[in-house]
Each structure stands twice: as structure tokens, then as C-alpha cells.
């Protein structure tokens, strides 16, 4: 079974609106952390923002905030007022566990246009 | 975070030739991963490496078509061995920087094209 789901292939967005992009996440761990990184076509990936299991509080990275909803396992990212360098592929990601020794599982993707 | 730097950033190969890529980091770091990213896909694991010790290999890859070396704490090596088109991939290295997050940070990616 999948561990992390990326529905969205495409999305796309007006610049200066915002967008979500879904994430959902499967595991039995109580520990886990979840990642969103961006990929711009130079095919760096580019950390955003992080989410651990016990935090309470939504993380927010100022344009990027996450969207946690632990019952639901999701992890959604919210990225407000759109520019037009947001055009990029987003990737979430969870890693099992803690420690840093454990790998990173990565969705499929979602490809973001943001159109003038 | 650390910077982390990749050598080559791109290459052209031959079929049934090798390539060895860096990945030089300007911090000591304990553990190293490499992830493989073909065409149009996610980012698999290939290896983790541990300076010092052998590294290791997630299901579907194997040390005599992947070898990796680490021999210290800020660099690490992986071979692409008797290459393939279907080995045409972005390769990047990764490092754990932020212990408090355990948040694993990115080179810039080696662009690998095998005609």
C-alpha cells in the first residue's frame, strides 16, 4: 500500500491567490515526521516545511503553512499569495520512526502552475 | 544548513560505461543518503551511508551495480556501474542536518543521460 498519496498530478493557481496541495500519509509508528520540498525544473529539491506527529500546532514557514490533521492523516500544504517562481513540482514526504537515520518515503508529486 | 555540493552537475554516457559521482558537504554529517529520481518519477532510495562502515541498500539495488564509498564525515562517492539508458536519472545526495526535525537536506543533483 501506498504510504503517501499525492491525488493532485496538476494543479494550477492565479498569482497572488492561494493553493493547497493534499498529502495523505499511511502508518501504524505514533512518531513520524512529515516533509513538503519543492523541485523547480533545475531538479535541486528545495526543503519547505516541517511537521512532526506530537506537534499540536500547525507549522507555518512564512508563505507555507501545513495543514495537519492527524485523525485524518493528512498533511496538506498551503502556500498563500502565489508567485510566479511557485511554479515548481511539490513533493511530501514522511519519514517512519524517529531519528534521522530512517529514510524518507516520498509521494508522487504534484506540478503547480501559477498563471499571471 | 549545510551546503552541499555534487559533482558532475550533469553528463552524457555511453551504455556499459561508469560514472562516479560526488557529494561533498561542509559540515561533518554522520549518515548520507543517495536517491535515485527517473524521468517523470519520485525520489526512490537507493543507499544509506555511515561513514566508516559498509553502506545500505534498499530493496532493488545492489552494491555491484551502485558502490558507495565514505570515507570520512563530509564525503561520499556513488558509481553508476555498467549503465543503461534505463539508468537515466537525477541522482542526489542528501544529509540530516537539523537534528531537532531530523529534516534531510538536498545537493543540487548529478543530471545523468545514458545513450
Known amino acids: 500500500a501506498q504510504k503517501i498519496t499525492q491525488t493532485q498530478p496538476g494543479m494550477f493557481v492565479q498569482e497572488k491567490e492561494a493553493v493547497t496541495l493534499d498529502c495523505t500519509y499511511d502508518?501504524?509508528?505514533?512518531?513520524?515526521?512529515l516533509f513538503w520540498y519543492k523541485q523547480p525544473s533545475s531538479g535541486e529539491m528545495i526543503f519547505l516545511i516541517y511537521?512532526?506527529?506530537?506537534?499540536?500546532q500547525n507549522a507555518t514557514e512564512g508563505r507555507y503553512s501545513l495543514n495537519f490533521q492527524k485523525a485524518r492523516k493528512s498533511a496538506n500544504l498551503v502556500i498563500s499569495a502565489s508567485q510566479l517562481g511557485d511554479s515548481a513540482m511539490y513533493f511530501c514526504a514522511m519519514r517512519e520512526g524517529s531519528g534521522g537515520y530512517n529514510k524518507l518515503i516520498f509521494g508522487a508529486g504534484t506540478r503547480l502552475a501559477v498563471h499571471p | 544548513s549545510a551546503v552541499i555540493s555534487q559533482k558532475p552537475s550533469r553528463d552524457i554516457c555511453q551504455r556499459g560505461t561508469s560514472l562516479t559521482i560526488q557529494c561533498q558537504v561542509d559540515s561533518q554529517v554522520t549518515m548520507m543518503f543517495w536517491y535515485r529520481q527517473q524521468p517523470g518519477q519520485s525520489l526512490t532510495l537507493i543507499a544509506t551511508?555511515?561513514?566508516?562502515?559498509?553502506?545500505?541498500?534498499e530493496s532493488g539495488f545492489v552494491i555491484d551495480k551502485f558502490p558507495i564509498s565514505r570515507p570520512n564525515l563530509t564525503f561520499s562517492t556513488l558509481t553508476v556501474s555498467n549503465m543503461s539508458p534505463e539508468d537515466s536519472s537525477i541522482y542526489l545526495c542528501?544529509?540530516?542536518?537539523?537534528?531537532?526535525?531530523?529534516?534531510?537536506?538536498f545537493g543540487p543533483g548529478t543530471r545523468l543521460t545514458v545513450l
Open positions: 542528501s544529509v540530516v542536518q537539523t537534528h531537532l526535525t531530523d529534516t534531510q537536506y
Open positions: 502508518t501504524s509508528d505514533q512518531s513520524y515526521g
Open positions: 551511508a555511515n561513514q566508516g562502515s559498509e553502506a545500505t541498500y
Open positions: 511537521q512532526g506527529s506530537y506537534d499540536e
